[in-house]
T-cell receptor, first 109, second 114 residues
């Protein structure tokens, strides 16, 4: 079956760095997306990886290892507005997104 | 403002009633999706449409139906609502269905079936 595993909740301090891990098992693979979702709002796109390695986009970076079925999202210089849920979503062989339950990130001053 | 709009934003519905959730996008995207999001679970795909005139079943289609008469609109109908359909419903669209096609989401419809 298809399965996504990511921590339920993480806490970090403003200004620090946090890494949110995601492991996945899917039927085929066509890349992996990370989305951010603030409480009560819609998910918004953060990043996409289809090849192994690190993709950097400002304060956010995303890493992929296809052989390990593993990705992480790295957030630097944390700000209070980064408090949100982060959703890992690999795309399967049918180009359908398989969504994890999300990691709720709490930023403390 | 270009984007994807859902209506209503919230609704309390008596069990057994019929309800249609509306979704409209003005980005001329080919693909559209309906998801439900429940606490502790990931987004689950209900139905999708890769292009106008076609629809497909997702992971949890039972109790729901959709239509795609044109590019812009993708309504979701609950024929006879049950309490287990209490959820937050998100409509989304993407330019296509291939790789690296970012999905854009509506603001969601919070539905409570009592």
């Amino acid at each position: 079956g298809q399965n996504i595993d990511q921590p339920t909740e993480m806490t970090a301090t403003e200004g620090a760095i946090v890494q949110i891990n995601c492991t996945y098992q899917t039927s085929g693979f066509n890349g992996l997306f990370w989305y951010q979702q603030h409480a009560g709002e819609a998910p918004t796109f953060l990043s996409y990886n289809v090849l192994d390695g690190l993709e950097e986009k400002g304060r956010f970076s995303s890493f992929l290892s296809r052989s390990k079925g593993y990705s992480y999202l790295l957030l630097k210089e944390l700000q209070m507005k980064d408090s949100a849920s982060y959703l890992c979503a690999p795309m399967d062989s049918n180009y359908q997104l398989i969504w994890g339950a999300g990691t709720k990130l709490i930023i403390k001053p | 403002i270009a984007g994807i709009t859902q209506a209503p934003t919230s609704q309390i519905l008596a069990a057994g009633r019929r309800m249609t959730l509306r979704c409209t996008q003005d980005m001329r995207h080919n693909a559209m999706y309906w998801y439900r999001q429940d606490l502790g679970l990931g987004l689950r795909l209900i139905h999708y449409s890769n292009t106008a005139g076609t629809t497909g079943k997702g992971e949890v289609p039972d109790g729901y139906s959709v239509s795609r008469a044109n590019t812009d609109d993708f309504p979701l109908t609950l024929a006879s609502a049950v309490p287990s359909q209490t959820s937050v419903y998100f409509c989304a669209s993407s330019e296509g269905t291939g790789v690296e096609t970012e999905a854009f989401f509506g603001q969601g419809t919070r539905l409570t079936v009592v």
